[in-house]
């Protein structure tokens, strides 16, 4: 049985930077694409950034690039998501998903290939 959890989350100034992790026991970590999503009260959730299996291909939501950063460790068999210069928009419930069945440095199309899913972190951002 997979299971996914996230932590790291808190409140952090506006500006200021916050790195949330994600591992996922049961899971073949090295052969599976993985994901960050958040979801802000009465919005929809949005994906934020993704990573392939092979660690080496990544994909960023416009509003977050150049700010965050995707990164998977095999080894650690663990995820992360680095957030600098963070602002108020950023605030929300951030997920962390698996998908499996992917070439190795393909990633998902869409919110529905991801199978596993955390129970999220919340993040705060202080203005």
């Known amino acids: 049985q997979v299971q996914v959890l996230e932590s790291g989350g808190g409140t952090v100034q506006a500006g200021g930077s916050l790195r949330l992790s994600c591992t996922a026991s049961?899971?073949?970590?090295?052969?599976?694409?993985m994901g960050w999503f958040r979801q802000a009260p009465g919005k929809d959730r949005e994906a934020v950034a993704s990573?392939?299996?092979?660690?080496?291909?990544?994909s960023y939501a416009d509003s977050v690039k150049d700010r965050f950063t995707i990164s998977k460790h095999d080894d650690l068999k663990i995820l992360y998501l680095s957030m600098n210069n963070m602002k108020p928009e950023d605030a929300a419930m951030y997920y962390c998903?698996?998908?499996?069945?992917?070439?190795?440095?393909?990633?998902?199309?869409?919110?529905?290939?991801?199978?596993?899913w955390g129970q999220g972190t919340q993040v705060t951002v202080s203005s």
């Open positions: 049961g899971l073949y970590f090295v052969l599976s694409a």
């Open positions: 998903a698996a998908a499996r069945g992917l070439a190795f440095r393909d990633l998902p199309e869409s919110a529905s290939k991801y199978k596993f």
């Open positions: 990573v392939s299996p092979s660690g080496g291909d990544t």
